[in-house]
């Protein structure tokens, strides 16, 4: 399992950006989390969201149920905070907040790990990836960016 910090989790978000993305990226980012999710025996759900509608969703067998729930929330807090989830919990935690103080309902957010914002260069944030089901959500937070940089290295080199 990796250490995340704060200003690594904003580097990594701004070299992060695409220049497009496609519902058939997101199917392709689906199919990278998946693969990376069963290379660690990690049973894990996703979901992909583009513009406020959810283009991609699977849940791995094996992964709790209560992963719905985690997505929901992982997926709230990076669309209204522009940035992945678990950089939000870690700027909240440097600046001595909770979701309360930010007016923000625990039952509809989460700041930890495995919700990542789909950033597209000269546009900013179109959507996210959110990644649940592990029992540590750093180990969400790694899944999730591996994909997300496999995929960029992919589009790339196209």
């Known amino acids: 399992m990796a250490k995340f910090d704060y200003e690594d989790l904003e580097r990594t978000e701004l070299k992060l950006q695409f220049e497009n993305f496609t519902r058939s990226d997101a199917a392709a980012l689906g199919a990278l989390v998946d693969n990376e999710a069963g290379r660690k025996g990690l049973p894990v759900s996703v979901e992909i969201t583009i513009n406020g509608l959810v283009v991609f969703r699977y849940f791995q067998d094996g992964c709790p149920a209560e992963s719905n729930n985690w997505l929901r929330r992982k997926r709230n807090t990076v669309e209204?905070?522009?940035?992945g989830s678990l950089r939000f919990g870690l700027l909240l935690e440097r600046n001595g907040q909770t979701l309360?103080?930010?007016k923000m309902?625990?039952?509809e957010h989460a700041p930890g790990g495995g919700g990542?914002?789909?950033?597209?260069?000269?546009?900013?944030t179109i959507g996210s990836v959110c990644v649940s089901g592990c029992p540590n959500h750093l180990d969400d937070q790694e899944i999730v960016t591996n994909a997300l940089l496999r995929l960029l290295e992919m589009k790339e080199s196209r």
């Open 80 to 83: 209204s905070q522009q940035m």
């Open 100 to 102: 309360e103080d930010n």
């Open 105 to 107: 309902d625990p039952a």
């Open 116 to 124: 990542m914002p789909i950033n597209l260069r000269g546009t900013g």
